[in-house]
């Protein structure tokens, strides 16, 4: 091993934050297949996010 723990250290810390997730406010589930549907709002706010990070 190297005396670098640098990569070590954080390759436990996570990258994305699901707290802000489209699918972390759940407006309802599929009957079936139990797949989450999020309310309008957070469909739009996700929409919006995605619109606005474009490269």
Do not use: C, G, L
Request: charged residues 35%.
């Amino acid at each position: 091993m190297s005396d670098n723990k640098y990569k070590e250290r954080f390759m436990s810390m996570p990258i994305e934050r699901h707290e802000t997730a489209a699918w972390a406010n759940i407006y309802e589930f599929k009957p079936v297949s139990q797949v989450t549907i999020p309310s309008e709002f957070e469909v739009w706010e996700a929409k919006d996010w995605v619109e606005e990070n474009q490269k």
